[in-house]
């Protein structure tokens, strides 16, 4: 088999070329020779996925080696992940397009992804009607949404994504109808009369207020997984992040000049601040505003550095949690002479149970 190309090859021996690495990526929850047969399965039952495999048999392996790194199941009775086709202009020869198969996340699947990463307890998007009661009710707290069951409810105005923290906290993200459907709009496939937009137009308005909530939801060491998820979606979507996010564009040389200061000085603490701090819209621009051939190099020192400092965080609220335990004020002023003002300000909010958030907060006022 070692002279044969991929275009000799069987799916199912295509599929096993990705064994190992499927292994070192997987979470416990996912086995190889299962996420195969259910890959064999919808091979062997779909002609277009068949059709795809035969002009790209790189792609299934590709598609199967994504169910490992975020960690969403092909088997059909969870409904996680598809995998579906995708006509991409080959980089090689412009004037050529490619039919290749496609790992794609359900909205099931970000829901499950968000609490198996352990980033919250629970998530749901949900659409909102014309004729429903709909109030935001501020910061950390649940909206109010009410409609008649089985009334007409009117047209959709919009759509809402809550998410509740394992702190018990609300995280409320929303998109008017004409949001989503400037996303919708963008999608290339969508725009020939084909596509996920055509054929489930529901799911995808969900999962684009779900994948514009994950900004905001805690990092978890798990949520790459997220982060490769919500990347994968927008590919096979054809959205350009840079067409659909908030205020595109509109960083200003200062921001440029301090997120470049970030990256340069490896600062995981106050890059991960940075991007909690500034305008959602304008991190975008930031995080897409490498030169090409470097971004997916600096995006990636980018994602490591705010891994970086949300895990220091975490680390200096369980010292300061401990020092509380043990009554160690010394300690515990010594360990917040290494953080700034905000930084502590965002630890305590964040990582730090009420028992130390209240402890430091006296200390602080005494040193003050």
């Not at 949404?145 to 609300?170: E, L, P, V």
């Not at 207020?209 to 590919?235: C, G, W, Y």
């Amino acid at each position: 088999m070692s002279g044969q190309s991929l275009t000799e090859m069987r799916y199912d021996k295509i599929i096993d070329l990705g064994a190992e690495r499927f292994a070192k990526l997987a979470p416990a929850n996912i086995d190889f020779e299962a996420e195969k047969g259910f890959a064999i399965q919808l091979l062997e039952t779909k002609p277009e996925l068949m059709k795809a495999y035969r002009e790209c048999p790189q792609s299934l392996l590709q598609a199967v080696t994504n169910v490992a790194a975020i960690g969403l199941s092909l088997n059909p009775a969870k409904a996680e992940a598809y995998l579906i086709t995708r006509n991409i202009k080959v980089e090689r020869n412009p004037d050529r397009w490619e039919t290749r198969i496609v790992l794609e996340p359900s909205y099931r699947g970000f829901c499950n992804l968000a609490t198996n990463t352990g980033s919250i307890m629970w998530l749901q998007a949900k659409a909102v009607h014309e004729k429903d009661t709909y109030e935001n009710q501020g910061i950390d707290k649940e909206p109010l949404h009410k409609h008649a069951s089985f009334r007409d409810r009117g047209g959709i105005i919009g759509y809402c994504c809550i998410a509740k923290t394992n702190k018990g906290d609300y995280l409320t993200t929303e998109m008017s109808i004409e949001e989503i459907f400037k996303v919708r709009d963008s999608s290339e496939s969508f725009k020939k009369g084909y596509g996920p937009w055509k054929d489930w137009p529901e799911e995808q308005a969900k999962k684009t207020v779900v994948r514009r909530a994950f900004k905001m939801l805690p990092k978890t060491d798990q949520f790459r997984r997220i982060e490769q998820a919500v990347h994968i979606s927008n590919e096979n979507a054809e959205i350009e992040l840079l067409k659909t996010a908030p205020a595109i564009n509109s960083y200003t040389v200062s921001d440029k000049e301090k997120f470049d200061a970030l990256i340069t000085s490896s600062d995981g603490i106050n890059m991960f601040l940075f991007t909690k701090t500034i305008d959602e819209g304008v991190f975008t621009s930031l995080y897409h505003s490498f030169e090409k051939g470097q971004k997916g190099k600096y995006q990636k020192i980018v994602d490591t550095l705010c891994q970086e400092g949300a895990a220091k965080l975490r680390e200096f609220a369980e010292a300061l949690g401990e020092c509380c335990g043990r009554g160690d004020d010394i300690g515990a002023q010594e360990l917040l002479g290494d953080l700034s003002e905000d930084a502590t300000a965002y630890m305590l909010e964040h990582f730090a149970d009420e028992e130390t958030a209240a402890y430091v907060r006296e200390i602080q006022k005494e040193a003050a």
